[in-house]
């Protein structure tokens, strides 16, 4: 059996989510016309013109945050606005700064200890790419048309006739490499090596699952770790991942599983047009029980050293957002936040979450952080994201120690943390509510008769509050909880 290891900085870590072109611009970088204006709608094809010297100069606001980790969509050269039509892997696209803006990026985010998670799109170039382009031009008599899997000529990449060459979902805009190729192989395992020696701490990796060959995912791992072992590699996997996650490939994976149940438990009124619209399947709606279960179900799929790194996200670039598909129910992002915050993994905060930023399926979820207009911002949410990030970082079990679920009842789940002499319950009631919560204790949780409970944290008030309000007595903890709020508890 693979023993399993995984970087041990990123079950410390509280990531976020950046889509370059939508987050910052800085006046360091230039700007070409025919931008679209930054505050409007995104479009599938215009660019608002955001870079990585944006992203520097708000590194503060992400530090206040408590985000030590940035996980970038595309970064490479490109010409759509999310770069996953690749063009050159051995540049950073010019509208982003290029090199020397991502190398400001680099040594300005480690000087902070902050981490930097870059996308692999390793499956599908653009039309662009260089070997691509060389075909276009010269038909069979390229050296490359073993790059791709190129069925006739001419290929038909632009004129809208049924295409000659496989292409990622029929999209003419991205065919799909031939990793079958050695040279194809060694070309993405070099752009893996390459960007690693430059300094980034991981590859998140896009649609890692169309290239269906555990021995290419397999040296990559060896080839990347061989330069950097803390090296963190997260592939895109919607579904149950234990292919990837033997120890042999992936560290982790986005969990959308993890995903899907906090939709289903938290936001039980979402919008199912919008869930069904995305990677994951349609979240059932779920009570306390059926929570539970599949929490637990997650937990069972993986080593605990992969629990532990597996990337927890509310949503992405590739969903609506959280607060959409919750009807703009702030209290169902604030539960979920809060179980994301204290579960086991590293958690993701997409771009904006924070602030209460909305939006619907692609692009509408891609839209610009309103940095000129602080009074579009949720304070009181932002408020909350800082308060439940600064608990994680505080206690160590909530990071590292043991899960268990103690109580799941109705709509209401109740957990405990535990580390050595560190012990922690989070009590959470998603339903439309108030109630009245008895919790049996057992001597196998070392929660004893008489253990006082100190409030850490809760959904009303955010803030620590030292004075003992609640003992364990006959072996329960008996606790009143508003409806949609949440508490942490600490034994003492």
């Not at 038909?139 to 190129?150: I, L, Q």
């Not at 061989?226 to 149950?240: C, L, S």
């Not at 994680?392 to 120690?401: A, D, E, I, S, V």
């Not at 009842?409 to 009245?436: C, E, F, K, S, T």
Request: proline share 5%; hydrophobic share 40%.
């Amino acid at each position: 059996m693979t023993h399993i290891h995984t970087p041990d900085w990123v079950q410390d870590a509280v990531f976020y989510q950046i889509f370059p072109d939508r987050f910052a611009a800085s006046a360091r970088v230039a700007k070409p016309a025919n931008l679209e204006p930054w505050d409007a709608k995104p479009t599938h094809y215009g660019f608002k013109g955001g870079d990585l010297l944006g992203v520097v100069e708000h590194l503060d606001y992400l530090q206040e945050l408590g985000v030590d980790a940035i996980y970038f969509t595309p970064i490479f050269q490109s010409t759509a606005n999310h770069r996953y039509h690749t063009y050159d892997y051995y540049r950073v696209d010019p509208l982003l700064g290029g090199d020397a803006a991502f190398r400001e990026l680099l040594d300005t985010a480690h000087a902070r200890t902050m981490r930097i998670v870059i996308d692999g799109v390793f499956n599908h170039t653009g039309r662009g790419f260089y070997q691509f382009n060389h075909i276009l031009e010269n038909g069979a008599a390229s050296p490359y048309v073993d790059w791709f899997y190129v069925k006739g000529y001419p290929l038909h990449a632009y004129e809208g006739k049924p295409l000659n060459y496989e292409a990622w979902w029929g999209i003419p805009a991205l065919p799909k490499l031939n990793t079958t190729t050695p040279a194809v192989r060694e070309f993405l395992l070099g752009v893996a090596e390459h960007w690693i020696r430059q300094g980034i701490d991981g590859w998140r990796l896009d649609v890692p699952g169309e290239i269906d060959d555990d021995a290419f995912w397999q040296e990559f791992r060896r080839r990347v770790k061989a330069i950097n072992p803390d090296a963190y590699i997260v592939g895109e996997i919607w579904h149950e991942a234990q292919r990837w996650l033997r120890g042999d490939q992936f560290d982790a994976v986005m969990n959308y599983q993890f995903t899907r149940a906090c939709v289903g438990f938290f936001a039980s009124r979402f919008d199912e047009n919008l869930v069904a619209a995305t990677g994951y399947a349609p979240a059932p709606i779920l009570d306390a029980p059926g929570f539970a279960h599949s929490i637990n179900h997650l937990l069972s799929l993986y080593d605990p050293a992969i629990n532990r790194v597996q990337l927890n996200l509310l949503d992405s670039h590739d969903t609506a957002r959280f607060l959409t598909i919750a009807r703009n129910d702030r209290d169902a992002l604030k539960l979920a936040t809060l179980f994301q915050m204290t579960y086991v993994g590293a958690p993701c905060v997409y771009y904006g979450d924070e602030i209460g930023m909305v939006g619907g399926k692609d692009p509408d979820c891609r839209r610009a952080f309103p940095w000129h207009a602080p009074s579009q911002w949720d304070h009181d949410l932002l408020h909350f994201f800082k308060s439940c990030i600064r608990l994680r970082r505080r206690w160590t079990t909530l990071r590292t120690g043991k899960f268990q679920f103690i109580h799941a009842v109705g709509h209401a789940v109740a957990y405990l943390r535990r580390l050595q002499d560190q012990r922690l319950i989070v009590v959470l009631n998603a339903g439309h509510a108030p109630i009245d919560v008895e919790i049996v204790i057992h001597e196998t949780y070392a929660l004893p008769d008489g253990t006082n409970l100190l409030r850490e944290l809760d959904t009303t008030r955010y803030e620590s509050d030292e004075t003992p309000e609640y003992v364990i007595e006959d072996g329960r903890l008996r606790l009143r909880l508003e409806k949609r709020a949440g508490i942490v508890l600490r034994a003492v």
